[in-house]
């Protein structure tokens, strides 16, 4: 009698806080689970029972984590949660599934090098989340967690793409910060820099990549910049699949070929020459798809590894001579 209380007590004060919170703001939420705990109420409902009684309140978006070893795929499904029910123990989320299967895959392997790392960034928050928290645990997620999971899901719908329209609106007034910034800088930095359509540019790219480095996370628009990928001597293209958003040191070792895109646009290749141990990062990190958008095309990716590796060979070349000369 005392447990089914204290659960109902639990229940009430979790909805009463979600539709306080809900009046202020979107919140989402994320689970993990053993596969086996999911069951399919309908074509687009799931319920998922955890062992916990815990944050979950109607309204909430909610991602699925299922367990790797006990045959899950890391990140499962997304959807709202519709209702929530205490009993037993037990907590049991009904929820409307958008979708069940991501893009691409995000695992456990994936998130263990940014654990307890000293890097900024959705990556290594959802590994600490992850990989670290209890069983019995849901987490919530800030908006940059949310917005990194939903990149791996087809295009949120309209109406779920509403309870964003405030983060928009300050998302944009960033943007044009940025882009100000950045234009700026670049004037001051020579007529090289200023290039024809780069305020258009910049502004693609950052609404893509919700402005945020796709390298390292940060999300301060006066670091960032809009990086070509492929270099044409004679006319910039200017389309998205031809740029990435970087901080601005990364974007320096970009375009010096001290680094490249691996050959998916996931990962990063970084030169021997970049021996600075506060880039050591930079050899594990998981590159950020945009948001929105075309991701990077292999077509422009070769064409920078093309370049990253005439950089290499033209280096040990170099050294080559120097040491045949002592």
Same mark, same amino acid.
């Given at each position: 009698?005392?447990?089914?209380?204290?659960?109902?007590? /639990?229940?009430? &004060?979790?909805?009463?806080?979600?539709?306080?919170?809900?009046?202020?703001?979107?919140?989402?939420?994320?689970?993990?689970?053993?596969?086996?705990? *999911?069951?399919? =109420?309908?074509?687009?409902?799931?319920?998922? !029972?955890?062992?916990?009684?815990?944050?979950?309140?109607?309204?909430?978006? *909610?991602?699925?984590?299922? $367990?790797?070893?006990?045959?899950?795929?890391?990140?499962?499904? !997304?959807?709202? /949660?519709?209702? /929530?029910? $205490?009993?037993?123990?037990?907590?049991?989320?009904?929820?409307?599934?958008?979708?069940?299967?991501?893009?691409?895959?995000?695992?456990?392997?994936?998130?263990?090098?940014?654990?307890?790392?000293?890097?900024?960034?959705?990556?290594?928050?959802?590994?600490?989340?992850?990989?670290? #928290?209890?069983?019995?645990?849901?987490?919530?997620?800030?908006?940059?967690?949310?917005?990194? %999971?939903?990149?791996?899901?087809?295009?949120?719908?309209?109406?779920?793409?509403?309870?964003? &329209?405030?983060?928009?609106?300050?998302?944009?007034?960033?943007?044009?910060?940025?882009? =100000?910034?950045?234009?700026?800088?670049?004037?001051?930095?020579?007529?090289?820099?200023?290039?024809?359509?780069?305020?258009? $540019?910049?502004?693609? %790219?950052?609404?893509?990549?919700?402005?945020?480095?796709? /390298?390292?996370?940060?999300?301060?628009?006066?670091?960032?910049?809009?990086?070509?990928?492929?270099?044409?001597?004679?006319?910039?293209?200017?389309? =998205?699949?031809?740029?990435?958003?970087? !901080?601005?040191?990364?974007?320096?070792?970009?375009?010096? #070929?001290? *680094?490249?895109?691996?050959?998916?646009?996931?990962?990063?290749?970084?030169?021997?020459?970049?021996?600075?141990?506060? #880039?050591?990062?930079?050899?594990?990190?998981?590159?950020?798809?945009?948001?929105?958008?075309?991701?990077?095309?292999?077509?422009?990716?070769?064409?920078?590894?093309?370049? $990253?590796?005439?950089?290499?060979?033209?280096?040990?070349?170099?050294?080559?001579?120097?040491?045949?000369?002592?």
């Amino acid at each position: 009698m005392l447990k089914a209380r204290f659960f109902q007590s /639990v229940h009430s &004060n979790i909805l009463a806080a979600t539709c306080r919170q809900k009046t202020n703001r979107h919140m989402a939420i994320i689970v993990k689970c053993a596969p086996s705990n *999911i069951s399919r =109420s309908g074509e687009r409902t799931a319920n998922v !029972r955890i062992n916990s009684a815990q944050r979950g309140g109607p309204g909430e978006g *909610i991602f699925v984590w299922t $367990f790797e070893t006990k045959g899950g795929c890391g990140l499962h499904m !997304r959807g709202t /949660v519709q209702a /929530v029910d $205490f009993s037993g123990g037990f907590t049991t989320l009904s929820i409307l599934v958008s979708e069940e299967k991501p893009l691409r895959p995000l695992k456990n392997s994936m998130l263990a090098p940014h654990k307890n790392s000293s890097e900024e960034g959705p990556l290594q928050t959802l590994a600490d989340k992850l990989l670290g #928290y209890s069983l019995r645990g849901i987490r919530n997620l800030d908006a940059g967690e949310e917005r990194y %999971l939903d990149s791996f899901f087809l295009p949120t719908s309209r109406s779920h793409q509403s309870a964003h &329209n405030a983060d928009d609106r300050s998302l944009d007034r960033d943007i044009d910060d940025g882009v =100000s910034h950045e234009i700026d800088r670049q004037r001051r930095q020579g007529a090289r820099a200023t290039r024809p359509q780069q305020a258009a $540019f910049s502004r693609k %790219l950052r609404r893509n990549y919700q402005n945020r480095c796709a /390298v390292t996370g940060c999300v301060t628009s006066a670091a960032l910049q809009a990086a070509h990928i492929r270099i044409r001597p004679d006319q910039d293209d200017n389309r =998205s699949e031809n740029g990435i958003l970087l !901080r601005s040191d990364i974007h320096a070792l970009f375009d010096t #070929y001290l *680094i490249t895109l691996s050959e998916d646009g996931t990962r990063l290749e970084v030169s021997p020459e970049l021996a600075d141990p506060g #880039y050591a990062f930079l050899r594990t990190v998981i590159v950020r798809a945009p948001v929105k958008g075309p991701r990077p095309s292999s077509e422009n990716i070769s064409d920078h590894r093309c370049r $990253f590796r005439k950089r290499q060979q033209s280096q040990s070349n170099n050294a080559r001579r120097r040491s045949g000369t002592k």
